[in-house]
């Protein structure tokens, strides 16, 4: 790889950005919505019906973005790393293949719940449904990351895909995803909450800054947890990731390295002045999710950039945790 990155590079990065947004939003939807039609129809606040309405139709955006990215992604991605993602599409095709069917299950509950005139308990099923459909979706990319990313599960999931999910990459992979997801939902909350301090909102003043501060908690607590999570992941890795962006040479990724750091405590001090009604909340909630996708793309960056110094230290521990005959066969190894 050249030692600045080409426009690819940076398309890879900004699609697998939208992608990984769109399909935290996935999640998080299904759950706020179901969320707030409870709550809202057993308290008779119309505001918090209201917002599960508008969650609904934006993520009918957010599922089209999720396939189009995703796949974007995906085929970059492939450009790039072909032995490493087709070897583990392979291995991993039962599970993969089940996607589509969980993104369409998702779409059909959320076109039932607008089309059906039942009880508000029966759409919060629908979208309690919905959200298990956008984990299973979840878990099938956590589930490909973590055999892209580490050729010593390859033997194990040869036995079986489905052992992948057992697998401690993939478990540090959904936790991560959950939590973002939450951090993802929030920002949505928020945003959605700033609509009622416009005159064409049309909505209660005091009404949209409750879901603001209602959006926001979920978020600084979900961020919190992210951060004590990469940070175990990163002494559980030796810091092996952190040596590799400091000793690569390459200041942009340096850069992007200390803008994560940046983004993460400007993300909490953000949310916690929301909380602590500091400032415009408003305006705070359109920073806190510009900030939130800065701070994604330069994650993204730098595990994309950086991927090939990390995938060199594990391919030497895979060669010796693994027995010869079974990397022998497997699919894509040189």
Request: charged share 10%; glycine share 12%; net charge positive.
């Amino acid at each position: 790889m050249s030692y600045y990155p080409g426009p690819g590079d940076w398309l890879l990065s900004l699609s697998a950005t939208i992608g990984v947004l769109s399909l935290c939003a996935l999640v998080a939807v299904p759950w706020l919505a179901a969320h707030l039609k409870f709550w809202g129809e057993r308290e008779g606040r119309k505001s918090d019906l209201a917002a599960a309405g508008l969650l609904g139709r934006w993520g009918k955006f957010c599922l089209a973005a999720a396939f189009f990215f995703g796949a974007l992604s995906f085929h970059l991605a492939s450009a790039r790393y072909p032995s490493e993602l087709f070897s583990a599409a392979i291995l991993l095709a039962p599970v993969l293949a089940a996607v589509p069917l969980f993104l369409a299950a998702w779409g059909g509950f959320f076109r039932i719940s607008e089309n059906s005139s039942s009880r508000t308990g029966d759409g919060v099923l629908r979208d309690v449904a919905a959200g298990i459909a956008a984990l299973a979706v979840a878990a099938a990319s956590a589930g490909l990351f973590a055999a892209a990313t580490h050729k010593s599960l390859w033997p194990q999931i040869r036995q079986g895909p489905f052992l992948v999910f057992g697998s401690y990459p993939f478990l540090y992979g959904m936790a991560f995803a959950v939590l973002a997801s939450a951090v993802t939902g929030g920002v949505l909350v928020m945003l959605i909450g700033r609509r009622s301090f416009r005159w064409e909102g049309g909505g209660s003043v005091p009404q949209g800054a409750r879901l603001i501060r209602m959006g926001a908690l979920p978020a600084l607590l979900a961020t919190i947890l992210l951060a004590l999570l990469a940070s175990v992941w990163g002494l559980l890795e030796g810091l092996t990731p952190i040596r590799a962006v400091i000793f690569s040479g390459r200041p942009l990724l340096l850069f992007m390295g200390v803008f994560v750091v940046a983004g993460v405590v400007g993300l909490i001090e953000l949310l916690v002045s929301i909380l602590k009604w500091k400032g415009s909340a408003p305006r705070a909630s359109v920073v806190v999710a510009a900030l939130m996708f800065a701070t994604l793309f330069c994650l993204v960056s730098v595990l994309i950039w950086n991927a090939p110094a990390r995938a060199r230290g594990q391919e030497g521990a895979a060669i010796l945790k693994a027995p010869a005959a079974a990397i022998g066969v497997m699919p894509g190894a040189k």
